[in-house]
């Protein structure tokens, strides 16, 4: 991890917990606040009980200078920073300076961290992800780095932790800022927090007295009323309060709560004695300073201003938080103790405790720290520190909750569609799930066009961004329940990005195939989730409190790493100067129009880049890693020569055997003898090509095409079909016409590999296509190697070849370019493949490593050597794959590629070479015959095995 903050994780007891303490009878600090209190004015002492919160929005000055008007008449005695830059933050606090003795005390809301309020840094995960790691003692190192930020900040004091018990799955304003529903968890877990705070005298607020756990309500909107037990209270919500009370905590905030069973009337705890007075002070014995909530809450709204302000003090409140307007205070407090309404020694009381609480600050909490260590420069680190244990939080606090043998998700994911179910995306979205996914992207608004399109979509990944219970960003039942019904015909994995407790309003979740939650909106977390969905790392969080039946507390699902991978990420990756220089010019000089170099070399992705377009036009679609090609005679090796393999292991097909054992129609005929070793080394004496789109054109054979449709026809291209008795009249040609000349040598030729499709077909009784999919390619999970590509992708994912002038007269996009091939219905033994990099490099990297790919066993080790081999003397070509060339002739691969390599060219622009001595993938794919095959520049300038050599040289120098 680059990152500058390590930690040590190991599990601290908390027999020895001190909070750093504020003695209340001590004698320095008692004739402090007595010096004060005999210089201070009535209105100076009322200002005193205000903490004033201010925000900064960018660029807004008049900020600055009604604050400093302000201070020329009224010095608050602290201030809570809201939201600003931490720039603006300095400018408050020299402003501040104007009030000299007493000083205004900063303080900040910052439960996640000084990124809570202050715009330029970062936030940490919120409690409840910290406990879904099952770690306390990140609690420790969670609150001592907050404490840390906070100190180099000059800010004593932090309004948190929350010891709120959330029994609530509904609840809108806690949620994931809980620790637990166990008030036992919370006090440990609490316990570290405050020791991590404490080590650099940071002072914790707990909150929010009596408890705000279990309420439906928002305090911020509305009254939340508590509605349990009292003993349940008493034993479960107080619980935490009354420990830490007894620890001497010295600094506690009411809740805006009203709980009738206990009180028996509806005032909110902030302005009722028997909650603050009665329980706390005096049944609790709590002597510390009671801050209220923030005043400007709607909690309060129904109560008259005065008497809300009156009655706050006089219920036991000692400091007021967030008031509209401060001088409106001082003058209602003014005049209550006037009218003797309150005691004036009790306002000087609460003042006191005030100046002793600064006193402690004033002398123990370095004050100037933000002039040094609130710069750039330390930002930067901080923030880095930040990540570094958001990264070791999220790692491990990431959910699986439910999981149909889904994840980890395995290569290849399909066609997937991401709905992104929230008002305003987060920016980073995107980027970061186009590292691992292919996707097209919807969001609410586009929920009819999806529904429009749900079945052209193997993958369905919802992300429902959860920022609190209240009820909106697309959150309601329509849409739930719309998800669910989705779910019951579909592949959905619900990813909640955020707060879990949304899980509560689903009503069959049990049909989703995967569901996760990150606790928090957050681009660490989500790019985690994606690594952990992928297998990249595993799922280890447990759910630390229950949501319902369904989704019980300590739920949390395992995953393993996916290991002998190859883990792909969206290009470009790697940087190899040479590679780049010769691909970039081969654009300029319109060798092709688009293009995908991969080399993977250790299972590791040395280099992979798209190049261009699918066309030369301006407006066409970018080559990106699930771009589709034609594979030419690739089709060879990937289909052909593995489904050999596998006959060949199972003992159904002799390599020395005549080809008509297989194709009983050849039986006495000449071709009928060829062997399938010599087919499958070019040295049957069978000629290059035949032509049979020309033998049987539409001209002289018209009954055997058609311009629509017929399940006796196969289709050719767009509006043309043809006749499937096609094969027995290519059979019939070869038998009269085709007298096979061993002794010319080797002649590379396709003729052998169309005959041996049928071959295969008869042994196996499926279709070519149908069985190196069910037998090879859904074996390692691979969808985009396929015949017929039109049938399962969309156009736009293909790259189009040629302008077929001759047999089609049409642009080929999606059918297959050799003519042979597209008489046979798009499906041969020689061409007709399609597949995109990656696929083939799982094939390929399946034969590097012995037949085995991600524990599937494929073929035996011997098989692969057998075919990837010399096979005949003076014959470079192993069985169905090229070889190096003998003697220092020339060569399809580069000079640097070792003997024990191998691979195959495609007519297309394409190619693959395997060197097991490097363990080196090699893949280059293009569609330079587009709009001609008559672009012959990248071989002319050899083009691919220059790239393969600036590969192999690169390896070679590193």
């Given at each position: 991890?680059?990152?500058?903050?390590?930690?040590?994780?190991?599990?601290?007891?908390?027999?020895?917990?001190?909070?750093?303490?504020?003695?209340?009878?001590?004698?320095?600090?008692?004739?402090?606040?007595?010096?004060?209190?005999?210089?201070?004015?009535?209105?100076?002492?009322?200002?005193?009980?205000?903490?004033?919160?201010?925000?900064?929005?960018?660029?807004?000055?008049?900020?600055?200078?009604?604050?400093?008007?302000?201070?020329?008449?009224?010095?608050?005695?602290?201030?809570?920073?809201?939201?600003?830059?931490?720039?603006?933050?300095?400018?408050?606090?020299?402003?501040?300076?104007?009030?000299?003795?007493?000083?205004?005390?900063?303080?900040?809301?910052?439960?996640?961290?000084?990124?809570?309020?202050?715009?330029?840094?970062?936030?940490?995960?919120?409690?409840?992800?910290?406990?879904?790691?099952?770690?306390?003692?990140?609690?420790?190192?969670?609150?001592?780095?907050?404490?840390?930020?906070?100190?180099?900040?000059?800010?004593?004091?932090?309004?948190?932790?929350?010891?709120?018990?959330?029994?609530?799955?509904?609840?809108?304003?806690?949620?994931?800022?809980?620790?637990?529903?166990?008030?036992?968890?919370?006090?440990?877990?609490?316990?570290?927090?405050?020791?991590?705070?404490?080590?650099?005298?940071?002072?914790?607020?707990?909150?929010?007295?009596?408890?705000?756990?279990?309420?439906?309500?928002?305090?911020?909107?509305?009254?939340?009323?508590?509605?349990?037990?009292?003993?349940?209270?008493?034993?479960?919500?107080?619980?935490?309060?009354?420990?830490?009370?007894?620890?001497?905590?010295?600094?506690?905030?009411?809740?805006?709560?009203?709980?009738?069973?206990?009180?028996?009337?509806?005032?909110?705890?902030?302005?009722?004695?028997?909650?603050?007075?009665?329980?706390?002070?005096?049944?609790?014995?709590?002597?510390?300073?009671?801050?209220?909530?923030?005043?400007?809450?709607?909690?309060?709204?129904?109560?008259?201003?005065?008497?809300?302000?009156?009655?706050?003090?006089?219920?036991?409140?000692?400091?007021?938080?967030?008031?509209d307007n401060p001088y409106k205070v001082v003058s209602i407090i003014k005049k209550a103790v006037k009218e003797k309404k309150i005691d004036s020694l009790e306002i000087e009381n609460k003042v006191k405790k005030i100046l002793i609480a600064k006193y402690f600050i004033i002398s123990e909490f370095p004050l100037n720290n933000y002039k040094h260590y609130l710069t750039d420069k330390y930002i930067n680190l901080y923030n880095n520190e930040i990540d570094s244990l958001s990264q070791i939080i999220y790692s491990k606090a990431i959910t699986l909750l439910k999981n149909d043998n889904a994840i980890p998700l395995k290569y290849d994911y399909g066609k997937v569609a991401m709905l992104n179910i929230v008002n305003n995306k987060p920016h980073y979205t995107d980027s970061i799930w186009s590292r691992y996914f292919?996707?097209?992207?919807?969001?609410?608004?586009?929920?009819?066009?999806?529904?429009?399109?749900?079945?052209?979509?193997?993958?369905?990944?919802?992300?429902?961004?959860?920022?609190?219970?209240?009820?909106?960003?697309?959150?309601?039942?329509?849409?739930?329940?719309?998800?669910?019904?989705?779910?019951?015909?579909?592949?959905?994995?619900?990813?909640?990005?955020?707060?879990?407790?949304?899980?509560?309003?689903?009503?069959?979740?049990?049909?989703?195939?995967?569901?996760?939650?990150?606790?928090?909106?957050?681009?660490?977390?989500?790019?985690?989730?994606?690594?952990?969905?992928?297998?990249?790392?595993?799922?280890?969080?447990?759910?630390?409190?229950?949501?319902?039946?369904?989704?019980?507390?300590?739920?949390?699902?395992?995953?393993?790493?996916?290991?002998?991978?190859?883990?792909?990420?969206?290009?470009?990756?790697?940087?190899?100067?040479?590679?780049?220089?010769?691909?970039?010019?081969?654009?300029?000089?319109?060798?092709?129009?688009?293009?995908?170099?991969?080399?993977?070399?250790?299972?590791?992705?040395?280099?992979?880049?798209?190049?261009?377009?699918?066309?030369?036009?301006?407006?066409?679609?970018?080559?990106?890693?699930?771009?589709?090609?034609?594979?030419?005679?690739?089709?060879?090796?990937?289909?052909?020569?593995?489904?050999?393999?596998?006959?060949?292991?199972?003992?159904?097909?002799?390599?020395?055997?005549?080809?008509?054992?297989?194709?009983?129609?050849?039986?006495?005929?000449?071709?009928?003898?060829?062997?399938?070793?010599?087919?499958?080394?070019?040295?049957?004496?069978?000629?290059?090509?035949?032509?049979?789109?020309?033998?049987?054109?539409?001209?002289?054979?018209?009954?055997?095409?058609?311009?629509?449709?017929?399940?006796?026809?196969?289709?050719?291209?767009?509006?043309?079909?043809?006749?499937?008795?096609?094969?027995?009249?290519?059979?019939?040609?070869?038998?009269?016409?085709?007298?096979?000349?061993?002794?010319?040598?080797?002649?590379?030729?396709?003729?052998?590999?169309?005959?041996?499709?049928?071959?295969?077909?008869?042994?196996?009784?499926?279709?070519?296509?149908?069985?190196?999919?069910?037998?090879?390619?859904?074996?390692?999970?691979?969808?985009?190697?396929?015949?017929?590509?039109?049938?399962?992708?969309?156009?736009?994912e293909i790259a189009p070849t040629e302008y077929d002038s001759i047999f089609r007269k049409q642009l080929l996009w999606g059918y297959v370019h050799d003519g042979n091939a597209a008489l046979l219905g798009g499906i041969s033994g020689h061409a007709g493949l399609f597949g995109n990099a990656e696929s083939i490099a799982i094939i390929l990297q399946m034969l590097l490593d012995n037949g085995e790919y991600e524990g599937v066993k494929l073929f035996k080790p011997e098989t692969i050597q057998?075919?990837?081999?010399?096979?005949?003397?003076?014959?470079?070509?192993?069985?169905?794959?090229?070889?190096?060339?003998?003697?220092?002739?020339?060569?399809?691969?580069?000079?640097?590629?070792?003997?024990?390599?191998?691979?195959?060219?495609?007519?297309?622009?394409?190619?693959?070479?395997?060197?097991?001595?490097?363990?080196?993938?090699?893949?280059?794919?293009?569609?330079?015959?587009?709009?001609?095959?008559?672009?012959?520049?990248?071989?002319?300038?050899?083009?691919?095995?220059?790239?393969?050599?600036?590969?192999?040289?690169?390896?070679?120098?590193?």
């Open positions: 991890m680059k990152k500058c903050f390590y930690l040590l994780i190991i599990f601290i007891t908390t027999n020895n917990f001190l909070i750093a303490q504020i003695d209340w009878n001590n004698r320095e600090a008692n004739l402090y606040a007595k010096h004060y209190l005999s210089k201070l004015s009535w209105d100076e002492k009322i200002a005193q009980l205000i903490f004033q919160g201010i925000r900064i929005d960018a660029n807004d000055t008049e900020v600055f200078k009604r604050f400093k008007n302000q201070l020329d008449t009224l010095c608050p005695g602290g201030i809570i920073l809201l939201r600003m830059s931490s720039q603006d933050y300095k400018k408050l606090i020299d402003i501040a300076d104007k009030c000299g003795k007493p000083p205004i005390i900063f303080t900040m809301d910052g439960e996640w961290g000084l990124g809570m309020r202050f715009t330029n840094f970062k936030s940490l995960p919120r409690f409840m992800t910290v406990s879904a790691t099952g770690n306390d003692s990140l609690f420790y190192y969670y609150g001592n780095i907050i404490g840390k930020h906070f100190s180099l900040a000059s800010i004593p004091i932090n309004f948190t932790p929350i010891l709120d018990i959330n029994d609530q799955p509904l609840n809108p304003v806690i949620g994931t800022r809980a620790i637990s529903d166990d008030p036992l968890e919370v006090i440990k877990r609490a316990e570290l927090f405050i020791e991590g705070l404490n080590e650099y005298k940071v002072q914790p607020v707990i909150k929010h007295f009596p408890g705000h756990g279990n309420t439906i309500t928002d305090s911020h909107y509305n009254l939340p009323f508590l509605n349990m037990p009292i003993d349940v209270f008493k034993s479960k919500h107080l619980l935490p309060f009354t420990y830490f009370i007894n620890k001497n905590v010295p600094f506690l905030m009411v809740g805006h709560l009203s709980y009738p069973a206990y009180t028996h009337d509806s005032l909110p705890a902030t302005v009722n004695p028997i909650i603050t007075k009665n329980l706390l002070q005096d049944t609790l014995h709590f002597n510390g300073l009671v801050f209220s909530d923030a005043l400007n809450m709607k909690a309060l709204a129904q109560l008259p201003y005065d008497s809300m302000i009156i009655k706050a003090l006089q219920s036991g409140i000692d400091v007021l938080l967030l008031p292919y996707f097209d992207n919807y969001s609410l608004k586009d929920t009819t066009l999806l529904k429009n399109n749900l079945n052209n979509y193997d993958l369905f990944i919802v992300n429902l961004f959860v920022g609190s219970m209240n009820n909106n960003n697309g959150r309601d039942s329509l849409t739930i329940d719309w998800l669910e019904k989705l779910s019951n015909r579909h592949k959905i994995i619900l990813n909640i990005i955020g707060q879990p407790f949304i899980l509560a309003k689903f009503k069959n979740p049990d049909n989703f195939t995967a569901i996760t939650t990150t606790y928090d909106i957050d681009s660490i977390a989500i790019s985690m989730l994606a690594e952990k969905l992928v297998g990249n790392s595993t799922f280890e969080g447990k759910l630390p409190i229950a949501i319902n039946e369904y989704f019980y507390k300590g739920l949390g699902l395992h995953t393993n790493i996916l290991t002998n991978i190859i883990k792909f990420n969206n290009p470009p990756l790697g940087n190899i100067t040479a590679v780049d220089d010769i691909m970039q010019q081969a654009l300029i000089d319109s060798t092709f129009p688009g293009a995908v170099v991969l080399a993977i070399k250790d299972k590791q992705i040395i280099y992979y880049k798209t190049f261009g377009k699918q066309t030369y036009d301006t407006q066409a679609i970018k080559i990106n890693r699930y771009t589709l090609f034609d594979l030419a005679s690739l089709t060879k090796p990937l289909a052909t020569t593995l489904a050999i393999m596998k006959l060949y292991e199972e003992g159904k097909i002799d390599l020395q055997a005549p080809i008509y054992k297989y194709i009983p129609e050849l039986h006495n005929t000449n071709i009928g003898k060829i062997k399938i070793d010599r087919i499958m080394t070019h040295s049957a004496g069978l000629p290059p090509f035949i032509n049979f789109f020309e033998i049987y054109n539409p001209t002289k054979y018209p009954e055997l095409y058609s311009k629509i449709p017929n399940t006796n026809y196969y289709q050719v291209a767009d509006s043309i079909f043809v006749n499937k008795t096609i094969k027995d009249s290519i059979i019939n040609y070869l038998k009269k016409n085709i007298t096979p000349n061993p002794n010319i040598g080797v002649v590379y030729s396709d003729i052998g590999f169309i005959l041996l499709r049928f071959a295969i077909e008869n042994i196996t009784k499926m279709r070519l296509d149908e069985y190196v999919s069910q037998n090879i390619y859904k074996s390692l999970n691979i969808k985009r190697l396929c015949y017929l590509p039109l049938n399962k992708f969309d156009k736009k057998k075919f990837t081999s010399v096979y005949f003397d003076k014959n470079r070509r192993g069985l169905g794959f090229d070889k190096p060339a003998l003697n220092g002739l020339e060569s399809p691969a580069c000079e640097l590629a070792s003997p024990y390599s191998y691979g195959h060219y495609g007519f297309t622009g394409t190619m693959f070479w395997v060197d097991p001595q490097y363990d080196l993938i090699y893949i280059f794919l293009s569609n330079r015959v587009y709009p001609t095959a008559n672009n012959t520049k990248i071989s002319k300038n050899s083009i691919r095995t220059k790239v393969q050599q600036a590969i192999y040289q690169s390896i070679i120098n590193n």
